[in-house]
């Protein structure tokens, strides 16, 4: 039986403005996937997500790449992620979340995942949990064997080339660069590293809005958000969420008298209610997406710290209105980035 066994809570980063400037420090890429803690005993292979989901069953070709570089017995910290046009794709990797087996049999021969590495918690019979990063980062080198579907994440010690990865990564899908202190034990389930991401100011359209869950009809829960592409069609890309109360009612009244139940608003439905056209979220398949839609006139100033190319991975920030700019120049062209070549030499050569 393993020294560390399910459920067990990943180590977690904090947000910081920069990378930090002493010494002792270890570097890693952030990468852009699903965490995963893999428990391995003999032909026993068991993979979990962050909140202790069962995750093998969507990624099956894990199985035999874990079986052939891991350790017999251990734990192992890190990352799945789905490489598509040199650049790693979450969408694709949420595609996998599927209830049926011979569509996820046929994504996984078709957009391969990979797993990536970074930690060692338990080697043999010994939790490795308590001694500092440097150890465990050296025995996950002596004693994992890359392959083609499972890598170590590159690192570093020069904070030099962790700013150049942060700067130049991005095209790539990387969402910034972690910091690890060497001297650090692993603490499942708190937040003891750091985390520095990239951070971009986007002017959307405000398409409408969700009533706060405290107050329906008098507050603003959040903003629906929304960009063109180059024919004119209007995606959704997101959420505006997280204000104050005091905000939440000031919204609720300046927006009144923008509501529509326009037909020719691109998302109200024939019977007058209006509907985001994404997606289901794939671990909340029932979670409604009407929304209270409002004339096409608002543009919004957000920021975000995490997005795909046609959508935000989490709730923007409120920044400002931007009354000076017309809805119609507000484009997908916003969350485009610069292809970086660098991820294609991660994956080159085990």
């Known amino acids: 039986?393993?020294?560390?066994?399910?459920?067990?809570?990943?180590m977690l980063g904090k947000l910081a403005d920069t990378l930090p400037e002493a010494e002792g420090f270890w570097y890693e890429p952030k990468w852009d996937g699903f965490r995963v803690i893999a428990f391995r005993d003999g032909d026993d292979l068991d993979l979990r997500s962050r909140d202790n989901r069962p995750l093998l069953r969507y990624f099956p070709e894990l199985a035999p790449a874990c079986i052939e570089a891991l350790p017999e017995r251990c734990v192992v910290d890190g990352e799945v992620v789905i490489v598509s046009d040199g650049a790693l794709d979450f969408d694709a990797l949420q595609m996998r979340l599927h209830p049926a087996k011979s569509r996820i049999?046929?994504?996984a021969a078709e957009t391969p995942s990979a797993l990536v590495l970074w930690d060692l918690l338990a080697l043999g019979d010994d939790d490795l949990r308590d001694r500092p990063l440097s150890e465990r980062r050296a025995l996950l080198?002596?004693?994992?064997?890359?392959?083609?579907r499972l890598r170590i994440t590159p690192g570093t010690t020069d904070r030099t080339i962790a700013e150049d990865w942060f700067s130049r990564f991005e095209g790539a899908g990387?969402?910034?660069?972690?910091?690890?202190?060497?001297?650090q034990a692993?603490?499942?389930?708190?937040?003891?590293?750091?985390?520095?991401?990239?951070?971009r100011t986007i002017d959307c359209?405000?398409?409408g809005f969700r009533w706060h869950k405290h107050g329906h009809g008098t507050e603003v829960g959040s903003l629906v958000l929304a960009l063109y592409d180059g024919d004119g069609k209007l995606w959704p890309i997101g959420v505006c969420s997280s204000f104050r109360k005091a905000q939440r009612v000031q919204l609720a009244e300046e927006?009144?008298?923008l509501q529509t139940t326009d037909p020719d608003h691109p998302w109200v439905r024939h019977e007058g209610e209006a509907h985001r056209p994404d997606v289901r979220s794939r671990w909340a398949a029932d979670r409604s997406l009407a929304f209270e839609a409002l004339r096409l006139e608002r543009v919004v100033e957000v920021k975000t710290t995490q997005h795909g190319s046609r959508r935000l991975r989490h709730p923007a920030k409120f920044l400002r209105w931007r009354t000076d700019k017309p809805p119609a120049e507000c484009s997908l062209e916003q969350l485009q980035t610069a292809p970086a070549p660098e991820l294609s030499t991660v994956f080159e050569n085990p």
């Open 105 to 107: 049999d046929k994504l």
């Open 1 to 10: 039986m393993l020294p560390v066994r399910p459920p067990l809570a990943p």
């Open 141 to 148: 080198e002596a004693h994992v064997k890359p392959g083609e």
């Open 255 to 257: 927006l009144a008298p």
């Open 186 to 199: 692993y603490l499942p389930g708190q937040r003891g590293l750091l985390k520095v991401k990239h951070v």
């Open 174 to 183: 990387f969402d910034g660069v972690m910091a690890k202190a060497l001297d």
């Open 205 to 207: 359209v405000v398409v």
